[in-house]
């Protein structure tokens, strides 16, 4: 289906997404930035109004302020993606209304990753939102459609009509974030999307400082890596709710090595939703060597392998399918480039725990610490630890209950022959 007006096309992603994907049917149409602040102040009110929180009485202007000082100073989407998924902001309270927490810290949900389409998140459509300029004397740039989670412009979609290329919305993009149109409330944008009826790509908000590089404009693909080119199925596949709040919280990463965002391709995010479907799937009580096969996910060089293991760890961590989950890396690796990669995609509060030896490694494993539920170590120090002096059938029995899920870094060399059978008959 094609469109000869840009009006027609938006009006028709806007009912797709409102009356089949999950989306708000009131769109928030022409609004200020001014008048967003407002909308998140009134949704941040209703999701923390209770006792403990706002205690019924609405966010001041000096209180929003506090907040927005917070996203001015991280500025740049590789901090403010961990804003958005620490799950809170703290502010002190100027209300004197709220006598109980008058000058006192509160803390306010902003988003849960974990919670989809369900509990406290709304999914806003913005028709046309009016951006700030650091042109003096420009007229105020408008926006085509952004997508608000819990009142947060985190995508915003630029679309052109029927026959006109692909480059025109992508350099529209560009051309507004040029002009200082996603600061402020608007830098909170993680992932843009550039639309004709015709081809999709998306792409992950480089910032103020960052470079758009086309290197990293993704089609979206289907389970057989057939690309997704159609506006409607765009719209199923990639914009839904669960996927967009997913792509948010899940699929894209703050790379704190080079300081940049990263959102995950599709191929990436089926072979990650598959290892934690598989998991999740597993009976436990079953103690059955054929239960222990598990599978593989076949990578080319430079296709993004790290990122989708830890993403995968990730995802079987929150999920709360396993007990622990064991990155393992022949020796020669460990310390070394994934380990790195590791720690440098995890969140404030994940600790990437590396082992010295194999008996800090048991330790580890008997551990029932939060942080010690994602451990990275290497295939020969897990084949060994049978052999660790000093330890008895206590300990042994202390990680045989727990649900340990293994990932194998690179399985050549040593992944083959006896390490990895003797780490099976470890861990039955």
């Known amino acids: 289906m094609g469109f000869t007006s840009e009006k027609a096309f938006e009006d028709a992603l806007i009912?797709?997404?409102?009356?089949?994907?999950?989306?708000?049917?009131?769109?928030?149409?022409?609004?200020?930035?001014?008048?967003?602040?407002?909308?998140?102040?009134r949704i941040l009110f209703e999701n923390n109004r209770g006792r403990d929180a706002l205690n019924e009485v609405p966010l001041t202007k000096g209180e929003i302020d506090q907040i927005l000082e917070q996203i001015k100073t991280l500025r740049d989407p590789c901090r403010l993606n961990g804003f958005v998924n620490g799950k809170e902001v703290r502010v002190k309270r100027d209300a004197k209304e709220d006598a109980a927490h008058f000058g006192k810290e509160v803390a306010l949900k902003i988003y849960d990753r974990n919670e989809i389409a369900g509990g406290k998140s709304r999914y806003q459509i913005v028709r046309q939102p009016r951006f700030s300029s650091n042109v003096s004397g420009a007229p105020h740039p408008r926006g085509d459609l952004s997508l608000l989670i819990n009142g947060m412009p985190l995508i915003h979609i630029e679309l052109k009509r029927s026959g006109v290329p692909l480059s025109a919305p992508c350099n529209q993009i560009q051309y507004y974030s040029d002009q200082g149109a996603f600061s402020g409330l608007f830098s909170l944008?993680?992932?843009?999307?550039?639309?004709?009826?015709?081809?999709t790509v998306y792409f992950a908000n480089p910032g103020p400082d960052g470079k758009f590089d086309k290197n990293y404009y993704f089609h979206w693909a289907d389970s057989n890596n057939e690309r997704v080119d159609s506006w409607n199925s765009i719209a199923q596949y990639l914009l839904s709710i669960p996927m967009a709040h997913q792509l948010i919280g899940f699929y894209s990463v703050a790379d704190a090595a080079d300081g940049t965002l990263k959102v995950m391709r599709s191929y990436q995010y089926y072979a990650a939703s598959g290892i934690s479907t598989r998991v999740s799937k597993r009976d436990w009580k079953i103690v059955d060597p054929e239960q222990q096969r598990g599978g593989y996910v076949w990578h080319a060089t430079g296709s993004g392998k790290t990122l989708t293991s830890f993403k995968s760890a990730q995802l079987v961590k929150e999920s709360g399918d396993a007990d622990k989950v064991v990155f393992l890396m022949d020796r020669i690796e460990l310390g070394t480039q994934s380990l790195r990669e590791y720690r440098a995609f995890a969140d404030a509060d994940v600790d990437v725990r590396d082992t010295a030896d194999t008996f800090a490694l048991m330790t580890k494993l008997k551990s029932s610490k939060q942080s010690d539920k994602l451990i990275v170590t290497s295939i020969q120090k897990?084949?060994?630890?049978?052999?660790?002096?000093?330890?008895?059938?206590?300990?042994?029995?202390?990680?045989?209950?727990k649900r340990i899920v293994f990932i194998v870094d690179e399985c050549h060399r040593s992944a083959f022959g006896n390490m990895l059978a003797t780490i099976k008959d470890n861990f039955p």
Do not use: C, H
């Open 15 to 41: 009912e797709a997404l409102t009356t089949k994907y999950g989306w708000d049917s009131d769109v928030i149409e022409y609004p200020t930035e001014e008048e967003l602040v407002d909308n998140w102040a």
């Open 189 to 199: 944008v993680q992932i843009f999307v550039a639309m004709t009826p015709e081809e």
């Open 382 to 401: 897990a084949s060994l630890l049978r052999n660790v002096k000093g330890v008895n059938d206590a300990d042994f029995e202390a990680f045989d209950k």
